[in-house]
């Protein structure tokens, strides 16, 4: 017997759902129906310095509108931030991650600098510690800064030969470990990064079928590798296409205007806001 398809609709309360929120949550829970599954909700707020708490209990009542249900309990990633820590723990006893204090700026600066050998693109960044002193490395870590954590590709690129990932309904896609730098897993300002975290509450929650936008497609290969580097389950991935506003722009969270609490305080109902998503497919709220 195959496994239960396991979808979720993960938002971030960082401000009010709109409709290409709502088109979201409708395509992975459709998903999921259509196979007699389930959908989970998580709230991902591991960015404090951007989520409120007035837009957590929105994702709610916005879901509840909509008739939009999901299946057992929330998980919010703000409870989770000792279950990454473990998990980074693990990758630096592997010695597959490293500590980076060089700023963004510092960093642009070095690599855009002369130099007598050709180059990576600067879009790839490796070993970063090597572009720091050892003084200077020792200076900042003294004075309590945290440091950034990235993925030591060098290490890793022999773990992930023959490496693919699977989008629904397509040939698995292969991943070239040297299109990826030493990407960074937890940030110094939050001490996790969406890539790990992600990661992580896909396999605790169970997920099959990570159903999300297809902005976020060129993610994928770094969360296979991440998948493999800390033993969690492959799962497959399904990119829904983005709705746009009437000049063509992906919506974005700063158009309240579009938001589902300005529509439902103008008086739209639930099926007239379904009908302002227009015809996209794979959808049947």
């Not at 992975?28 to 599954?37: L, Y």
């Amino acid at each position: 017997m195959s496994k239960p398809i396991v979808t979720r609709f993960a938002p971030s309360p960082s401000g009010l759902l709109h409709l290409g929120h709502i088109f979201s949550a409708g395509f992975a829970r459709d998903f999921a129906d259509a196979e007699n599954g389930e959908m989970r909700l998580r709230i991902e707020d591991i960015d404090h310095t951007r989520c409120r708490p007035e837009f957590y209990q929105a994702i709610e009542d916005d879901l509840a509108f909509m008739q939009i249900p999901y299946d057992g309990a929330v998980m919010v990633q703000s409870d989770r931030m000792a279950i990454y820590q473990s998990h980074l723990d693990q990758l630096k006893a592997k010695d597959l991650i490293y500590p980076c204090h060089l700023t963004r700026r510092e960093l642009d600066n070095l690599l855009s600098a002369p130099h007598d050998t050709p180059q990576k693109p600067a879009s790839i960044i490796t070993n970063t510690d090597q572009l720091i002193a050892d003084d200077d490395f020792a200076e900042r870590a003294s004075q309590g800064q945290s440091p950034a954590w990235r993925l030591r590709m060098e290490a890793i690129r022999p773990l992930i030969k023959n490496l693919d990932y699977h989008e629904h309904g397509q040939k698995p896609q292969k991943i070239d470990p040297d299109e990826w730098g030493d990407e960074v897993i937890a940030r110094k300002d939050i001490g996790t990064s969406y890539h790990l975290s992600v990661v992580i509450d896909d396999a605790e929650q169970g997920i099959t079928h990570v159903t999300r936008g297809a902005d976020l497609k060129q993610q994928t290969p770094l969360h296979r590798i991440l998948q493999v580097l800390m033993d969690c389950p492959e799962t497959i991935w399904a990119h829904h296409p983005l709705i746009a506003d009437e000049t063509g722009k992906r919506l974005a969270k700063r158009a309240s205007s579009q938001s589902i609490a300005s529509l439902r305080d103008q008086g739209f109902d639930r099926q007239q806001i379904i009908t302002m998503m227009g015809n996209l497919p794979h959808i049947h709220l």
